[in-house]
């Protein structure tokens, strides 16, 4: 079983925090940070032991953001030293959020040197919001930063919707202005980038699907491998949804003269085991398609009604008069996302985004076993 989250914050680590402050700051009261770092470390979640420290940072760090900042600048890895680096350096990026916005520049020169060493995507965020224009306009410089890890958190940090992190409400409503760091990142060397890239376009796709589809349609047209992979994944909502523009982005336009046959080869399915189906596609017409091939499964809700959630299946090209058989189990077992309730669902086949074939089963649930 995997260690809880919560144990990469612990007493030791507390303790090599203090020895790496303590080098670069003599009058450093290692003594109190760790008493007050540590104390009840144990009983708390992760975020909440990362609170625990930083408080001891705000009690032990001088007042003095420009002073406190020059400390943990200088404990940070250096020429083959080692400092302050990993989970360490949570919350660290707590600290500069709450304190930093005060000292605009310093702040985030001072999480641009620590992205290295730890990502700053969190630390990043409250700048942004006190002042989107003029931390954008910082931000912007980084994407030509000789360091993947800065070049990152320019595209990571301005996520409209990050997941964990602080929502920004400004950029969820209009993402024009984090636009022109996404495309000058869009042929970044590094995969790890381009990923982030592709990522927060995702995000702005839920919001503004059109906006999404129309850039990417613009970036498309001669675009190296590399790229043309990022946009797809960029455009995995849109494509999922059935977006008009983003299929006809990557060759999938209306399927025409389709037939496609929908086969369930159990129409009960205990909870805990899967559903197996097949689908069969023919081509009927005269000339060759390029067909994006998905499926959905309506899930039961508490209330009795359906909710559908799209799972990737398959892409093929079906020349005139040609079948192709597509075999699937789809498991039907406890996930941390989804609670399931017995009763009749449906799968349905999507074939260009459009719904092609349809089915109902019945999911039951096992007995409870009697005490």
């Known amino acids: 079983m995997p260690e809880p989250l919560k144990n990469l914050l612990h007493e030791a680590l507390v303790a090599d925090m203090a020895d790496c402050i303590a080098a670069n700051a003599p009058s450093f009261d290692r003594g109190r940070f760790v008493a007050l770092a540590a104390d009840g470390l144990g009983a708390l979640e992760l975020m909440e032991r990362s609170a625990l420290i930083r408080d001891a940072l705000f009690a032990t760090l001088p007042d003095d953001f420009t002073k406190a900042a020059a400390i943990l600048r200088a404990s940070l890895p250096a020429s083959g030293r080692p400092g302050l680096t990993g989970w360490m350096l949570l919350p660290v990026n707590q600290f500069i959020a709450a304190r930093g916005p005060h000292h605009f520049e310093l702040g985030l020169d001072l999480l641009k040197a620590l992205t ?3 990502t700053a995507e969190y630390g990043i965020r409250p700048f942004i919001h006190r002042d989107q224009q003029r931390a954008l306009a910082i931000i912007s410089g980084w994407v030509g ?9 320019a595209s990571e940090g ?5 997941p964990w992190a602080m929502r920004l409400p400004q950029l969820v409503k209009n993402p024009a202005p984090i636009l022109p ?3 000058a990142l869009m042929d970044d060397p590094e995969d790890y980038v381009r990923r982030s890239v592709a990522n927060s376009l995702n995000d702005i796709a839920k919001d503004h699907p059109d906006l999404v589809a129309a850039l990417i349609a613009g ?13 797809k994944h960029a455009s995995r909502s849109l494509l999922k949804n059935g977006h008009v523009q983003a299929l006809a982005n990557f060759g999938f336009g209306a399927a025409a003269s389709l037939a496609c046959q929908l086969r369930l080869l159990n129409g009960e399915v205990m ?6 189906f097949e689908i069969r596609l023919t081509n009927t017409g005269d000339t060759a398609q390029s067909l994006m091939i998905d499926y959905a499964i309506h899930h039961v809700k508490a209330d009795g009604s359906l909710s559908p959630k799209v799972f990737k299946c398959k892409t093929i090209m079906l020349a005139p ?4 058989l597509i075999e699937r189990r789809h498991a039907m077992r406890p996930i941390t996302t989804r609670r399931y309730y017995p009763g009749e669902h449906r ?6 985004g459009a719904e092609s074939a349809s089915e109902s089963f019945v999911l039951r649930m096992p007995p409870l076993e009697s005490g």
């Open 321 to 324: 008069g040609q079948s192709h």
């Open 158 to 162: 301005t996520r409209p919707r990050l």
């Open 271 to 276: 909870f805990g085991k899967g559903l197996d």
């Open 219 to 231: 970036h498309i047209e001669g675009a190296s491998s590399e790229r043309r992979r990022l946009l």
């Open 145 to 153: 930063d000789p360091d993947q890890h800065v070049r990152r958190l």
């Open 181 to 183: 760091i996404l495309t």
């Open 347 to 352: 799968i349905a086949v999507l074939v260009n």
């Open 116 to 118: 290295p060493y730890f």
